[in-house]
């Protein structure tokens, strides 16, 4: 199974409202990556997060890394339709792991 | 560029019949990744190959076999389809293990 947990597994929410997901972790990680994946589509790499406490940011997305490198946030403010599909984090020791997902629907 | 491309798109197979699965990158990537993805599992590595003339098994390998045929190309075969092996596959490449993976669009695979 996942090493990785995801919360919340589904989330909908009206359009310009803010989205969060949560990745846990049991163990600490080395490094936590988040792709998406649009209905009917494939992964897309996203980041990577490799340093504790690291938080990065691409326009309205931002991703945390944990102080204990146990646990890894992706923040969407202000939603859009264009940001519908499934968050993925994974973790990655030469062969990557994923979580279950957070799917994303975002009502106009 | 094309990334990763995999073949074919679509299949239906009977049970108890066999296919390869191909996928090929043009990117110069070391690293190879079979994935499969079913609803609310997300996605489980398959085999995977660390480099060229490598290959290791991921989470859920019984049922399939893959060969690391050179560096561009790295095949998954399944033997005898059963019905659970149902899925959509995905490959996926990286420069190294430790990068982020570029995957392909993927190949939907019924098995009655």
């Known amino acids: 199974g996942q090493q990785v947990m995801q919360i919340p597994q589904y989330q909908h929410v009206q359009e310009g409202e803010d989205f969060t997901t949560y990745c846990n972790s049991s163990?600490?990680?080395?490094?936590i990556q988040w792709y998406k994946q649009r209905p009917g589509g494939h992964p897309v790499f996203l980041i990577q997060?490799?340093?504790?406490?690291e938080v990065k940011k691409q326009k309205r997305l931002t991703f945390q890394f944990g102080e204990a490198k146990k646990n890894s946030s992706l923040h969407i403010t202000a939603t859009q339709t264009t940001d519908v599909g499934t968050y993925f984090c994974?973790?990655?020791?030469?062969?990557?792991?994923f979580g279950a997902g957070t799917r994303l629907t975002v009502k106009p | 560029n094309a990334g990763v491309t995999q073949t074919p798109k679509f299949q239906v197979l009977k049970t108890g019949q066999s296919m390869t699965l191909q996928c090929a990158q043009d990117?110069?990537?070391?690293?190879m990744y079979w994935y499969r993805q079913d609803p609310g599992m997300g996605l489980r590595l398959i085999y995977y190959?660390?480099?060229?003339?490598?290959?290791d098994k991921g989470e859920v390998p019984n049922g399939y076999n893959v060969s690391r045929l050179n560096k561009r190309e790295f095949s998954l075969r399944l033997e005898s389809a059963a019905p659970s092996q149902t899925s959509v596959y995905f490959c996926?490449?990286?420069?190294?293990?430790?990068?982020?993976?570029?995957f392909g669009s993927g190949t939907r695979l019924t098995v009655v």
């Open positions: 996926a490449s990286s420069p190294t293990g430790g990068d982020g993976y570029t």
């Open positions: 163990t600490t990680l080395s490094n």
């Open positions: 997060l490799v340093k504790s406490g």
């Open positions: 994974a973790r990655n020791n030469n062969d990557m792991r």
């Open positions: 990117m110069n990537h070391n690293s």
């Open positions: 190959s660390a480099s060229e003339g490598t290959t």
